[in-house]
Antibody, heavy 120, light 112 residues
Framework: QVQLVQSGAEVKKPGASVKVSCKASGYTFTSYGISWVRQAPGQGLEWMGWISAYNGNTNYAQKLQGRVTMTTDTSTSTAYMELRSLRSDDTAVYYC?????????????WGQGTMVTVSS | QSALTQPASVSGSPGQSITISCTGTSSDVGGYNYVSWYQQHPGKAPKLMIYEVSNRPSGVPDRFSGSKSGNTASLTISGLQAEDEADYYCSSYTSSSTLGEVFGGGTKLTVL
């Protein structure tokens, strides 16, 4: 079946970096983009950015520009999201999602989420 | 502060209909037919319910419908069921400075 499986929970210190993986299966990886969305504890959803699995083009949320990098490895159908210079307010569940639709802005398949905790 | 405005909570009894609004601007909801709605149960990943204003993905019951008028999009759930109790989020493509996707703050639906 179509699914996205993410890497496990992470605990990081302020200033460190984290890299979350998202392995796709059950569909042609390069036919869809991947977006990353995060959700702080008890809060709403926040779009972080999008990457084309076809050509690697990216579009990042302005507030994360310079701290986030999204990449893909088409040989393993895996997407990655790296966030640097972590702060306490980066503590959140991070989701990858398959991007579909005309603008690839509708997210029809989601990973299970990866909890990232930033604490000294 | 979220870019799209949703009511914090709505409620309804089983069998009734409810509508959740999502208000943006001409740079997002009003300017494009690229509004989506997501359902999220506690501790679970969101689920796509509506995309491109009114399209339902395969498997989503036709009790869920979407519409848009001006800068406001709406999600209507008819024939409310207990399992519909969840958080609902709207999102839209935006051409503002963020140039990407923006979410609403979410609406807690309680089935009485």
């Amino acid at each position: 079946q179509v699914q996205l499986v993410q890497s496990g929970a992470e605990v990081k210190k302020p200033g460190a970096s984290v890299k979350v993986s998202c392995k796709a299966s059950g569909y042609t990886f390069t036919s869809y983009g991947i977006s990353w969305v995060r959700q702080a504890p008890g809060q709403g959803l926040e779009w972080m950015g999008w990457i084309s699995a076809y050509n690697g083009n990216t579009n990042y949320a302005q507030k994360l520009q310079g701290r986030v990098t999204m990449t893909t490895d088409t040989s393993t159908s895996t997407a990655y999201m790296e966030l640097r210079s972590l702060r306490s307010d980066d503590t959140a569940v991070y989701y990858c999602a398959r991007a579909m639709g005309i603008m690839e802005n509708a997210f029809d398949i989601w990973g299970q989420g990866t909890m990232v905790t930033v604490s000294s | 502060q979220s870019a799209l405005t949703q009511p914090a909570s709505v409620s309804g009894s089983p069998g009734q209909s409810i509508t959740i609004s999502c208000t943006g601007t001409s740079s997002d909801v009003g300017g494009y037919n690229y509004v989506s709605w997501y359902q999220q149960h506690p501790g679970k990943a969101p689920k796509l319910m509506i995309y491109e204003v009114s399209n339902r993905p395969s498997g989503v019951p036709d009790r869920f419908s979407g519409s848009k008028s001006g800068n406001t999009a709406s999600l209507t759930i008819s024939g409310l069921q207990a399992e519909d109790e969840a958080d609902y989020y709207c999102s839209s493509y935006t051409s503002s400075s963020t140039l990407g996707e923006v979410f609403g703050g979410g609406t807690k639906l309680t089935v009485l």
